[in-house]
């Protein structure tokens, strides 16, 4: 069970998050939790966390100060930053500080668990064996993906199976369908949902289900995110 520290001066920030990795059902322990820098670098050396989730804007310190005061006091922890998308820079720049991810606000809960499954690994994994994946390895597990979108399917999983580590399976699926493996998945839920909306004796609950969502206000979110306008109106539109 690896240890996680919430730094976020939004608290409803740090509730989603928390419900997001409990959720997950992964093998994660939420052990504090602060709403400024400064409380946040005294709780970590205490409570020595192996995973730090921080905002990058925060008062006291902020996320890029933290990290480097860390740094600087030889913890050893992952940092994922929490960042907005007017962002980015900072975000680059806590990477080239050795941050080992971002996540953009709002928080898409098929990001955090790939964010998730690649801290699971560990930083002791080869790639030695993995360089040279077959191609047609590659294509059998694109097809899988397109054929099982609406089905429980994880990068976890699929990687398992074919034996390549999460991050680089979802590196080259990336390089393969030109955007990661959980946009390609919402996209493909969310045509979907598109064709099923115009069946009206389909209540949108019995069509989030159908396309792999059993949260309906997981999928309302996604539907609203890749088509810009909820499920309802999308529906409205398409019927009117």
């Known amino acids: 069970m690896q240890k996680v520290f919430i730094a976020d001066d939004e608290m409803w920030i740090v509730m989603g998050l928390k419900k997001l990795i409990e959720k997950s059902g ?14 946040a670098l005294e709780e970590v050396e205490e409570k020595a966390p192996d995973v730090l989730f921080t905002d990058i804007r925060m008062p006291g310190l ?10 600087a006091k030889g913890q050893e922890l992952k940092v994922i930053f ?7 820079e900072y975000a680059q720049a806590a990477l080239r500080l050795g941050a080992f991810d971002y996540l953009v606000k ?11 499954d690649r801290l699971m690994e560990g930083e002791g994994e080869s790639h ?3 360089a040279d994946v077959n191609p047609t390895t590659i294509q059998r597990i694109i097809q899988e993906i397109k054929q099982n979108y609406a089905e429980d399917i994880t990068l976890t999983d699929l990687a398992r199976k074919y034996g390549i ?10 390089e393969e369908l030109q955007m990661s493996f959980s946009e390609y998945i ?17 209540s949108i609950e019995e069509i989030a289900a159908q396309v792999g969502y059993c949260d309906y206000f997981y999928f309302t979110k996604v539907f609203k995110k890749n088509a810009g306008i909820s499920p309802s109106k ?6 009117t």
């Not at 902020?62 to 740094?71: C, F, Q, R």
């Not at 929490?82 to 980015?88: E, L, M, R, S, V």
């Not at 999460?166 to 590196?171: A, E, N, P």
């Open 26 to 39: 992964k093998p994660f322990s939420i052990v504090g939790e602060a709403n400024n820098g400064v409380t």
């Open 62 to 71: 902020n996320g890029l100060e933290l990290l480097e005061k860390l740094k």
């Open 82 to 88: 929490i960042t907005g998308y007017a962002d980015f």
């Open 106 to 116: 709002p928080i898409d809960q098929d990001k955090l668990e790939e964010v998730l």
């Open 128 to 130: 030695d064996m993995e």
């Open 165 to 174: 580590s999460t991050s680089h399976l979802s590196g080259l699926i990336k």
């Open 186 to 202: 919402a996209a493909k839920r969310v045509q979907k949902a598109k064709e099923l909306l115009a069946d009206e004796r389909l």
């Open 234 to 239: 999308y529906r409205k539109n398409l019927l």
